[in-house]
């Protein structure tokens, strides 16, 4: 008991406004049983197997929808780290993992106890609820063709009941909220776990976007610094909404308005990931000129062990703003800019990679007399998927293949998709998007089950050049206006 109690206290003292999974025990303790909170499930070692995992879980006695809650978070714990490794080695390895979890039985009937326990659960509960499906389902927007149809379809009534519940619990129950509103976490975690499932659902972010920038209103009238949306809160917040293509126009002004400082304390990639947030704005002044004088401050090591999705971010807030097409103050320095093009071309370099469906668009863009070339540097550190050339005119394409879309709703564009596309118009770049329904219907990809194969494509030369043809004359006709 005095180890418990021991336990509880040290999670209590936790930074708990810096958004860690770790403090997020302590307000889970409030709502469940302590004990139950920390019973078997919970002192899995993060590095324990998924089969230890789910072996614990189904060894439970009559087991309650946190026990379900807390096995999904641990599986999430042993299956996570998409994003840790550069190589396709690396991906394809921890891909394998997470496809073997997401094929087996046992992991099929805890999902189905969690939909099951959803009309239970609290905000917190929801909250690690999601972002275990986003821990244990970090290869879904790019497999999600080959994703066992029962299993996706499994997984989208789990997340379509969960922002139910959470639209039921964020207008029903304002009084649980307290006199500053909902914890950040309560908003921001339900929308960063969906942004990195791909699933994108209108009501939940509006409802969420418009409860955080409340939270904005509310700390810029008050002196109170517990009362600030923390850094580490506000940068989640608008990357999972840029990840989704949600546009937080009608919040921009409260946004750029940010008191909290804290991001000034903060490492390299993550203050470049800030930046690189406020790229969809249209006035992001003063907080982007803010941020971007600490860039300025700092020396330029701070890019070589900055990750290349951040650096990427940091680079767009450049372009756009040198373009005029981001209205700010502040800019990157020169010297600066110079070593961040050069970082990104030494980071992106080994990332290039084709896959199947781009060797079958690109053999039918020879075919249509394009002349392509594989694997590009645009410029800035900027990837292609190819450089062509005709009839006196050069052009990129892009083959957007099914990650550069959500997986619901399907054919909606993400967020790094419509960056691409602005980032080269603001070069004077053309750029052609082939996206991959038109070169090649879902019914063409191979489930995974079965051994990989070329793309059927179902657009011809004749189409496909008709289709690249188009889109350069829009291209044109829109330099023009």
């Known amino acids: 008991a005095l180890s418990l109690q021991h336990r509880r206290q040290n999670i209590e003292s936790s ?120 821990d244990t389902h970090e290869d879904l927007p790019f497999a999600h063709l080959t994703t066992p149809v029962e299993h996706v379809k499994l997984l989208s009534s789990i997340v379509d009941s969960a922002c139910d519940r959470l639209l039921l619990l964020w207008d029903a129950t304002p009084q649980e909220a307290g006199a500053t509103g909902w914890d950040d976490r309560d908003l921001g975690f339900p929308l960063f776990a969906l942004s990195r499932l791909g699933f994108y659902n209108e009501h939940v972010f509006n409802r969420a976007s418009e409860l955080l920038a409340s939270k904005l209103e509310v700390a810029g009238s008050t002196s109170d610094p517990s009362t600030l949306l923390s850094p580490v809160a506000l940068r989640q917040w608008l990357l999972a909404c840029n990840s989704v293509g949600h546009l937080l126009t009608n919040h921009e002004r409260v946004i750029s308005q940010y008191r909290h400082q804290g991001w000034r304390d903060e490492e390299d990639s993550r203050l470049h990931q800030l930046a690189g947030s406020l790229a969809f704005f249209q006035t992001p002044d003063p907080l982007l000129s803010e941020v971007l004088s600490e860039v300025n401050r700092r020396p330029a090591a701070q890019f070589g062990g900055s990750k290349a999705v951040a650096l990427h971010g940091l680079q767009a807030v450049r372009l756009l703003a040198e373009a005029g097409e981001i209205a700010t103050e502040g800019g990157l320095d020169r010297q600066l800019a110079k070593t961040l093009d050069g970082q990104l071309e030494k980071k992106t370099l080994p990332m290039n990679r084709s896959s199947l469906l781009e060797d079958a668009v690109g053999s039918e863009l020879a075919r249509c007399g394009f002349q392509p070339v594989h694997g590009v540097h645009a410029g800035h550190g900027l990837l292609a998927d190819f450089r062509c050339s005709f009839g006196g005119r050069s052009f990129f394409v892009e083959v957007d293949g099914p990650s550069h879309f959500c997986v619901r709703p399907p054919w909606r564009p993400r967020g790094r998709t419509l960056l691409k596309r602005r980032l080269f118009k603001s070069q004077g770049w053309d750029l052609v998007s082939v996206p991959y329904w038109m070169a090649a219907s879902p019914g063409a990809y191979a489930p995974r089950s079965l051994p990989s194969r070329q793309p059927d494509l179902d657009a011809n030369a004749q189409e496909l050049k008709s289709s690249v043809l188009e889109q350069l004359q829009v291209l044109s006709e829109t330099k023009k206006k």
């Not at 078997?40 to 614990?56: E, G």
Request: aromatic content about 6%.
């Open 15 to 134: 930074d708990m406004r810096h958004g860690t999974l770790l403090g997020n025990f302590c307000q889970l303790s409030q709502q469940y049983s302590f004990l139950r909170l920390f019973g078997s499930c919970r002192r899995l070692a993060s590095k324990a197997s998924a089969q230890d995992v789910l072996r614990s879980w189904k060894t439970t006695p009559n087991p309650q929808a946190d026990d379900h809650v807390a096995a999904l978070y641990n599986l999430g714990r042993s299956t996570r780290g998409r994003g840790t490794g550069e190589s396709k080695a690396d991906w394809r390895r921890h891909d394998a993992i997470q496809q073997g979890l997401q094929d087996d039985q046992d992991f099929a009937q805890l999902l189905i106890a969690l939909r099951g326990a959803i009309p239970g659960l609290s905000l917190k509960g929801l909250s690690r609820l999601l972002l275990g499906l986003g």
